[in-house]
Structures are given as C-alpha cells and as structure tokens.
C-alpha cells in the first residue's frame, strides 16, 4: 500500500513537474524577454530596396539586407543579443508588433499621428533621399506634373498603411488612391498603362528608375515635416524604447547613416538585388 501511495506520488510530483516546465516564461517587458532569451526578433516587409530587401546569392536569415537590416545587426550587437529577421508584409509588421509577436519593427516608418497613437515610435535616424516622398509615372507623362492640380483624376497607386497613402489623401485630395501591397506588382501597373503613377520614397524610385528606361519622377514632391524615419515599438514597451533611442543618438553621433545608405544603395543597384512581397 505504501510502495502504491509512494509511486502515485512520485507520478502526480512528475507530472506538476512537467506541467511547470511547459508554461511559458513571462516577462515585465519585451526588453527583459529580450535580454534574457539573447534573441530580438524584428518583423519587416522585403520590398522596399535600399531600406530592406533580399540578396539572392545568400540564403536563410543573410539574405535580407539593406539599410534597415544594417540597422538591426547594430541595434542587436549593441544589446549583446542576436538578430532574427521576421519577414512578412507591410501590414502584418505592424500587427505583429501590436501583438507582441515580435519584438520591434524596422521597415522604413515616417512618424505620423496615428502610429504615435498607437506605438512607440524611435526618436528618428536619417536615410538621405529615403525622406523625400515623390510619385514615379511613365517618363512621356512625368515633366507635365509640376503642381498638385496636375495630379486631379489621376489614379495614383500607394502602399496599403504608408505614409505615402496618407500623404497621397491630404496633398492631392483630387486624385484617385489606388490601395496596393505588392510594390512590384504595382510599379509593372504604372509600366503597363493601368495606373498614371505610384507614390514611394525617392531612394525607392530611383531604383525603380533604374531597372525601367520608361519612368521617370515627376517634379513636384510631397511636402514632408519629418524627414525622419522610426524604429515601432509596442505601445508601453519604454523600457526598449528608451535602449534603441541611446543606441540611435550614438549612431548619430558617430555619423553612420551616411555610408550604410551607399552600401545599401548600391547593393541594390546589383543583379542580385530582389524586392520580396510576403503574402500573409
């Protein structure tokens, strides 16, 4: 009987034991999660050259690069951590970090009012022309656009949940807003006829420029009060907001920006630079 008691013991303290083991850890804070598993996990969408996008001659977590990435891999080392690159579409890196999904989002952000109400967002780090906002269309079209008006009817593309959608609806209220996904599904829609043009950064424009004779940039540009872009964090999360914001001002500080932006600029100029849309 005792023998039987003792084993039903043994057997009830094993499987407490086992249950205690399987409960996942908790953390006051992402920053404590962070620093305790040694991973930040960071979500951003691969379509977007030279800020993020695929190397095709690397696989697995060295073949996203570009600016952004740059900036992770330093944000990362900084920490004394290891980087884990969360590739998904635009959208899904801003769900996933309302959720907690992933640590941080790194992904070409503007600062804007509905992002500040809904995260915390990184005091800005400077990408060059990545900070001018313009719209690329056919090159026979592109000199005739000079003035807001010029846009009125016209069907202009701009990425689902961008500040370029936004910057299209208030600066050119008369145009049409095509919503997209696919940044390169909808620069072949400008090529084709089907849309007059598309919003995007400069930086991304002139590469697009560069891989099609056919388009050009239209002269007019939409003005821009923050010429910055952020790092997004959940809303809360201060305690990482507060570590990336140190490691940004040293970045500044030590005047880095600059030449990440030429790496990456030219990295994405070569035959193995490929933007990559995430499907959900």
Same mark, same amino acid.
């Given at each position: 009987?005792?023998?039987?008691?003792?084993?039903?013991?043994?057997?009830?303290?094993?499987?407490?034991?086992?249950?205690?083991?399987?409960?996942?850890?908790?953390?006051?804070?992402?920053?404590?999660?962070?620093?305790?598993?040694?991973?930040?996990?960071?979500?951003?969408?691969?379509?977007?050259?030279?800020?993020?996008?695929?190397?095709?001659? $690397?696989?697995?977590?060295?073949?996203?690069?570009?600016?952004?990435?740059?900036?992770?891999?330093?944000?990362?080392?900084?920490?004394?951590?290891?980087?884990?690159?969360?590739?998904?579409?635009?959208e899904a890196c801003q769900?996933?970090?309302?959720?907690?999904?992933?640590?941080?989002?790194?992904?070409?952000?503007?600062?804007?009012?509905?992002?500040?109400?809904?995260?915390?967002?990184?005091?800005?780090?400077?990408?060059?022309?990545?900070?001018?906002?313009?719209?690329?269309?056919? $090159?026979?079209?592109?000199?005739?656009?000079?003035?807001?008006?010029?846009?009125?009817? $016209?069907?202009?593309?701009?990425?689902?949940?961008?500040?370029?959608?936004?910057?299209?609806?208030?600066?050119?209220?008369?145009?049409?807003?095509?919503?997209?996904?696919?940044?390169?599904?909808?620069?072949?829609?400008?090529?084709?006829?089907?849309?007059?043009?598309?919003?995007?950064?400069?930086?991304?424009?002139?590469?697009?420029?560069?891989?099609?004779?056919?388009?050009?940039?239209?002269?007019?540009e939409f003005e821009i009060?923050?010429?910055?872009?952020?790092?997004?964090?959940?809303?809360?999360?201060?305690?990482?907001?507060?570590?990336?914001? $140190?490691?940004?001002?040293?970045?500044?500080?030590?005047?880095?920006?600059?030449?990440?932006?030429?790496?990456?600029?030219?990295?994405?100029?070569?035959?193995?630079?490929?933007?990559?849309?995430?499907?959900?």
């Amino acid at each position: 009987m005792k023998k039987t008691l003792a084993l039903c013991m043994a057997l009830l303290l094993a499987a407490l034991t086992l249950a205690g083991c399987s409960k996942e850890k908790t953390y006051d804070s992402i920053y404590d999660k962070i620093m305790d598993t040694k991973e930040m996990h960071v979500a951003l969408s691969p379509d977007f050259a030279p800020m993020e996008f695929v190397d095709t001659s $690397k696989t697995g977590q060295d073949q996203y690069v570009g600016f952004d990435v740059t900036l992770a891999k330093y944000i990362a080392d900084k920490l004394g951590v290891k980087l884990v690159i969360e590739p998904m579409s635009f959208e899904a890196c801003q769900a996933a970090v309302s959720t907690k999904d992933v640590d941080l989002s790194i992904s070409g952000y503007s600062r804007t009012p509905q992002r500040e109400a809904n995260f915390e967002l990184s005091d800005g780090y400077y990408t060059n022309n990545e900070s001018n906002q313009v719209i690329i269309m056919l $090159k026979e079209n592109a000199p005739n656009y000079t003035k807001p008006s010029d846009f009125d009817g $016209k069907l202009i593309s701009a990425q689902n949940a961008s500040l370029q959608y936004n910057l299209l609806t208030e600066q050119l209220p008369n145009a049409q807003a095509n919503l997209i996904t696919d940044l390169g599904v909808a620069i072949l829609e400008v090529i084709n006829g089907q849309v007059d043009g598309l919003a995007c950064a400069k930086g991304q424009a002139e590469i697009f420029k560069a891989s099609h004779s056919e388009l050009d940039i239209c002269p007019w540009e939409f003005e821009i009060t923050d010429d910055a872009n952020v790092v997004m964090i959940a809303k809360g999360e201060t305690k990482l907001l507060e570590a990336i914001n $140190k490691i940004l001002a040293e970045c500044l500080e030590k005047g880095l920006y600059a030449g990440w932006y030429e790496e990456a600029n030219n990295l994405a100029m070569s035959e193995f630079a490929k933007e990559v849309s995430i499907e959900d």
